[in-house]
């Protein structure tokens, strides 16, 4: 397209961040995405619905300010190289296939490219500290999914982002009212707009035209409306009476891929949860999960598998269970999963172990789960943002005993965490006697006399508690 414009609608369409990612990029902008694009306040913040074209706008905005201005410093950060690049691969692509673009540039790495106007666009991950971003000047920062950023990596990069008068983009999904991220938004948001320092953009995923429908109202169905309204509302929503809170979940989530563990070390064990489906639109779900040496676990592998065929299900745990040295397989067996459970068990035999979804075990599994959350014993991928989200369908309340008790809406997709939750019904071990939800009772000789303890197991759901 760029060689059929003359040089005075090069010209104006150079003058226009807007009209540069539509007649150079050759995307149409939205009208959100042009108040964006032609934004030039030094603090942005993007809180954005998914599937809302958040990276398309960021990239499309680098690439302008880069190749339009002399000499400009360009950073895109994000908590690890893989989510920098998303934003960084689309100004790659566009490069690529834009001849006049590419003619001027001097260099075109998966991680720099290099313009012969002195200006340069770096993408870099984060990390835990931010340590590998300290040292570098800018004049444009965008930080994508600041959500799921550290605290202590805005703190590091603060002392680059004045050096050269920065614009800073802070662009995100909201994941609860914690951290940095939300911090500026609720800062800004409770001053008079007149006085903000940030140009605020919240924007729903509705407001996409090109978004269907029917999916939104899919997923409206299938969704809590809290999570419903985090992920495509940009709603950041109130983590109390969650049963996983979003701070806790936060503090187990580590940088790693998922990857199937062909066998195990000494003193290693893997445990696979199966959660069975039970309609059409619902999904079966496979978690493995391994145990170190140390006590401590990791989520290793999952897979969730849409179709409701119990053959098929069955047919991909017994495969699954020949590539690798499984300890134990915990099979929902609460309805259909009876099905699944007995074939399993006659194909695998002593280590299929089935488990009904009995309010008892519910309290138990899900309280050893968050057991080990709370003493930072187990590790969550940061890149499944699938099983992160679904944390928040647990919510409680007390009974009218006075016992908090663990609530979640049946006709609510939570099958990832049901799978990883069935692993913990047997972790919380004999040791450990601790009673009642959120009571934070303290073990004494006169608690065994009580009746609905179950003698064999309990589990802690209190802070700073160390059993002897």
Request: hydrophobic share 40%.
């Amino acid at each position: 397209m760029a060689e059929q414009l003359s040089n005075s609608e090069l010209l104006s369409i150079f003058a226009s961040p807007s009209l540069f990612m539509w007649k150079m990029l050759d995307i149409k902008p939205l009208p959100y995405q042009v108040e964006l694009l032609e934004d030039f306040n030094r603090n942005i913040l993007v809180v954005g619905g998914r599937q809302i074209g958040k990276s398309l706008t960021l990239s499309a905005k680098a690439l302008w300010t880069a190749f339009v201005k002399k000499d400009q410093d360009i950073l895109i950060i994000a908590s690890t190289l893989r989510q920098a690049k998303i934003v960084f691969d689309h100004i790659y692509r566009y490069v690529s296939n834009n001849s006049l673009i590419n003619a001027h540039t001097k260099k075109l790495t998966i991680t720099e490219i290099r313009f012969d106007n002195g200006s340069v666009i770096r993408c870099l991950p984060s990390g835990r500290s931010g340590e590998g971003i300290r040292g570098f000047s800018a004049t444009m920062v965008i930080f994508d999914e600041s959500a799921f950023i550290p605290d202590e990596v805005f703190i590091a990069v603060e002392p680059a982002l004045g050096v050269k008068g920065s614009q800073v983009i802070y662009s995100s999904t909201p994941y609860g009212k914690r951290g940095f991220f939300y911090n500026i938004y609720a800062d800004q948001m409770s001053r008079n707009p007149a006085h903000r320092e940030f140009s605020i953009y919240q924007i729903k995923s509705e407001e996409n035209p090109y978004f269907s429908k029917e999916f939104l109202e899919k997923e409206k169905r299938l969704k809590t409306s809290a999570q419903f309204a985090q992920e495509y509302e940009a709603t950041f929503v109130d983590e109390s009476g969650m049963f996983f809170p979003f701070t806790l979940v936060y503090n187990c989530v580590d940088d790693y891929d998922y990857n199937f563990p062909r066998k195990t070390e000494a003193g290693e064990k893997l445990y696979v949860g199966v959660d069975v489906a039970y309609s059409g639109e619902d999904e079966s779900a496979i978690v493995m999960v391994k145990e170190f040496s140390d006590g401590k676990r990791q989520v290793q592998y999952v897979e969730t598998i849409a179709e409701s065929s119990v053959v098929n299900l069955v047919g991909r745990i017994i495969n699954l269970s020949k590539s690798s040295q499984i300890y134990a397989i915990y099979v929902d067996k609460t309805g259909v999963g009876a099905g699944v459970y007995d074939m399993l068990k006659s194909s695998l035999g002593s280590i299929v172990r089935g488990v009904e979804f009995t309010e008892h075990n519910r309290e138990r599994m899900y309280g050893n789960l968050r057991m080990y959350m709370e003493n930072k014993l187990l590790k969550l991928s940061r890149f499944d943002d699938k099983m992160l989200y679904q944390f928040s369908s647990y919510t409680s309340k007390y009974d009218i005993t006075g016992k908090l008790r663990i609530v979640k809406d049946i006709n609510i997709h939570d099958d990832l965490v049901d799978a990883l939750a069935i692993v913990f019904l047997d972790a919380g071990g004999d040791d450990v006697k601790v009673l009642d939800i959120g009571m934070d009772l303290r073990f004494s000789g006169n608690l065994d006399n009580r009746p609905f303890v179950d003698k064999r197991s309990w589990f802690v759901l209190g802070d700073d508690f160390n059993s002897k």
